[in-house]
């Protein structure tokens, strides 16, 4: 089974409740207009704080940034300001091994082990590592694990955590391979640390003077850099809304995190633009070896969906082959998406955690290409958090009961839920109880709605209450074992 993380999603939905009209495809007005709006709506309405650059055939149709690149709102964000980019970051790394590869300094298909002599796994390629095919298990999974372990040796010694500090502990460790290498797809951030290391090795300079010196430089992309290299250049905080309290607080990674290759870099609209301009014209790399990251690979004749730093799908309406990747981390919420026939870029770079990106790439691919779209809606949280905490339960009932019908909010089942939970880690554990039960009022045969009623209780310390409602949600789904394990757990201590 594909598992496939931080994906450009471009659904395409029609509905009675649509925005906008059937236009041309080459109405450029039409299209910036409606594009205007949909970002208008989304700042407004805080689900994005951030920068975009569209362009249809070299020209483009829209270009604008909304916001702050501080939390304190003193500076505004401009076409300039560098975001950044997550994963969307893997697509400079993979172009780092193409390189290499173009002048002969590296096979695809020699094993990791040829040129990381201490790495663990000898059957795994670099191919592998590049698409995806590795069976590197997630080392962040081990990261998150050992969070407070982390802070605590950072806080009191400095230590940080490096490319070559989880090369040692998986050498260390060997955790199991999720699958036999070139067997299964599974998204790997693991992967990419590798390649920057092989990229280390093979040109002996650091991943930052390597990207510098072949990329950064040449195309002169001032603002693109590798982590915290570049202070001088105008960077934007990524931050988070509390939307109860009202309160934003930076939500930029932790200070002991340095890996890169995976992730890392920061770069601003116009840099992107100028790169994926670079890559289309062969400046820096050949075309024909660029090609191959624009191609899906493929296990025993299935189709994949990543190429070489990127993934790769057909578009259903034209049969154009589009690239597209997506890059959440922390504070910050990117997506780029490139249709290499109808030389359509899109690129949408926010510093909010509540970016509702997959709501906004859906309608930005939708108006670009002349079709209806929709809105994103607005989260239960944002609208019904404060009046719970201010006014109470029945106020906000009262709300929801007046508006329900609007289909500018997301009142489902899932985002009272994350209302619920926003409560909880407030420690507001009788308000979060009041909307887990508002909840099942809703949705009576929720499995789900029951069990995190059940842990509200439990968080509590009203474990009579814990039990009942655990036991509840076991009744609706056998299939949930941490639910049967509390139950045996909160039994066993009657």
Same mark, same amino acid.
């Given at each position: 089974?594909?598992?496939?993380?931080?994906? *450009?999603?471009?659904?395409? $939905?029609? /509905?009675?409740?649509?925005?906008?009209?059937?236009?041309?495809?080459?109405?450029?007005?039409?299209? /910036?207009?409606?594009?205007?709006?949909?970002?208008?709506?989304?700042?407004?309405?805080?689900?994005?704080?951030?920068?975009?650059?569209?362009?249809?055939?070299?020209?483009?149709?829209?270009?604008?940034?909304?916001?702050?690149?501080?939390?304190?709102?003193?500076?505004?964000?401009? %076409?300039?300001?560098?975001?950044?980019?997550?994963? +969307?970051?893997?697509?400079?790394?993979?172009?780092?091994?193409?390189?290499?590869?173009?002048?002969?300094?590296?096979?695809?298909?020699?094993?990791? +082990?040829?040129?990381?002599?201490?790495?663990?796994?000898?059957?795994?390629?670099?191919?592998?590592?590049?698409?995806?095919?590795?069976? $590197?298990?997630?080392?962040?999974?081990?990261?998150?694990?050992?969070?407070?372990?982390?802070?605590?040796?950072?806080?009191?010694?400095?230590? +940080?955590?490096? @490319?070559?500090?989880?090369?040692?502990?998986? &050498?260390?460790?060997?955790?199991?391979?999720?699958?036999?290498?070139?067997?299964?797809?599974?998204?790997?951030?693991?992967?990419?640390?590798?390649?920057? *290391?092989?990229?280390?090795? $093979?040109?002996?300079?650091? =991943?930052?003077?390597?990207?510098?010196?072949? =990329?950064?430089?040449?195309?002169? !992309?001032?603002?693109?850099?590798? *982590?915290?290299?570049?202070?001088?250049?105008?960077?934007? @905080?990524?931050?988070?809304? @509390?939307?109860?309290?009202?309160?934003?607080?930076?939500?930029?990674?932790?200070? =002991?995190?340095?890996?890169?290759?995976?992730?890392?870099?920061?770069?601003?609209? $116009?840099?992107?633009?100028?790169?994926?301009?670079?890559?289309?014209?062969?400046?820096?790399?050949?075309?024909?070896?660029?090609?191959?990251?624009?191609?899906?690979?493929?296990?025993?004749?299935?189709?994949?969906?990543?190429?070489?730093?990127?993934?790769?799908?057909?578009?259903?309406?034209?049969?154009?082959?589009?690239?597209?990747?997506?890059?959440?981390?922390?504070?910050?919420?990117?997506?780029?998406?490139?249709?290499?026939?109808?030389?359509?870029?899109?690129?949408?770079?926010?510093?909010?955690?509540? &970016?509702?990106?997959?709501?906004?790439?859906?309608?930005?691919?939708? +108006?670009?290409?002349?079709?209806? =779209?929709?809105?994103?809606?607005?989260?239960?949280?944002?609208?019904?958090?404060?009046?719970?905490?201010? %006014?109470?339960?029945?106020?906000?009932?009262?709300?929801?009961?007046?508006?329900?019908?609007?289909?500018?909010?997301?009142?489902?089942?899932?985002?009272?839920?994350?209302?619920?939970?926003?409560? !909880?880690?407030?420690?507001?554990?009788?308000?979060?109880?009041?909307?887990?039960?508002?909840?099942?009022?809703?949705?009576?045969?929720?499995?789900?709605?029951?069990?995190? !009623?059940?842990?509200?209780?439990?968080?509590?310390?009203?474990?009579?209450?814990?039990?009942?409602?655990?036991?509840?949600?076991?009744?609706?789904?056998?299939?949930?074992?941490?639910?049967?394990?509390?139950?045996?757990?909160?039994?066993?201590?009657?």
């Amino acid at each position: 089974m594909y598992r496939l993380f931080f994906v *450009l999603t471009l659904g395409f $939905l029609f /509905s009675s409740n649509l925005f906008g009209q059937n236009i041309s495809s080459n109405n450029h007005l039409i299209k /910036s207009k409606q594009l205007d709006s949909l970002f208008q709506f989304c700042f407004d309405n805080q689900m994005f704080n951030g920068t975009i650059l569209i362009s249809e055939k070299g020209k483009r149709i829209y270009q604008k940034s909304f916001g702050y690149k501080d939390v304190d709102r003193n500076h505004e964000l401009t %076409e300039n300001s560098s975001f950044l980019l997550a994963s +969307i970051s893997k697509q400079f790394t993979a172009a780092g091994i193409i390189y290499l590869h173009s002048k002969g300094k590296i096979d695809y298909d020699k094993t990791v +082990i040829s040129y990381l002599p201490n790495f663990s796994y000898p059957d795994i390629t670099v191919r592998q590592l590049l698409n995806h095919t590795s069976g $590197l298990p997630e080392y962040m999974d081990m990261l998150n694990a050992q969070k407070d372990k982390l802070i605590k040796r950072y806080e009191e010694k400095g230590e +940080i955590v490096t @490319n070559e500090r989880i090369s040692s502990l998986f &050498s260390k460790r060997k955790p199991a391979l999720d699958f036999e290498p070139g067997s299964d797809f599974y998204y790997s951030n693991t992967g990419y640390l590798y390649l920057a *290391l092989i990229i280390e090795k $093979l040109s002996n300079k650091s =991943f930052d003077q390597f990207l510098n010196e072949t =990329f950064f430089k040449p195309l002169h !992309l001032k603002n693109t850099f590798v *982590l915290d290299s570049d202070s001088n250049v105008d960077k934007a @905080n990524g931050f988070k809304i @509390n939307f109860i309290s009202g309160e934003t607080f930076e939500n930029n990674p932790p200070p =002991f995190f340095k890996v890169y290759g995976d992730g890392g870099i920061y770069s601003s609209t $116009l840099d992107l633009e100028k790169w994926f301009y670079s890559l289309d014209s062969g400046k820096i790399i050949d075309k024909k070896y660029i090609e191959e990251a624009y191609t899906a690979s493929e296990i025993n004749n299935k189709r994949l969906p990543y190429g070489f730093g990127w993934f790769v799908k057909e578009l259903p309406f034209n049969q154009h082959k589009a690239v597209t990747h997506s890059g959440i981390f922390a504070g910050f919420t990117n997506s780029v998406f490139r249709d290499l026939e109808g030389e359509v870029i899109s690129i949408i770079l926010s510093s909010n955690s509540h &970016s509702i990106n997959r709501e906004i790439n859906k309608a930005v691919v939708r +108006i670009l290409y002349g079709m209806p =779209f929709q809105l994103p809606k607005i989260k239960a949280e944002a609208v019904l958090g404060k009046i719970i905490v201010q %006014e109470g339960i029945e106020a906000a009932k009262s709300f929801y009961h007046n508006n329900e019908s609007d289909k500018r909010y997301d009142f489902t089942q899932k985002e009272f839920n994350q209302l619920g939970y926003s409560l !909880l880690r407030l420690e507001l554990y009788d308000k979060a109880i009041d909307v887990f039960e508002w909840n099942i009022e809703r949705f009576p045969d929720s499995a789900n709605a029951f069990d995190s !009623l059940g842990e509200a209780y439990l968080q509590k310390e009203d474990k009579a209450n814990a039990l009942v409602n655990y036991k509840k949600a076991y009744i609706l789904d056998s299939s949930n074992i941490n639910a049967k394990q509390i139950i045996d757990r909160l039994e066993n201590q009657e």
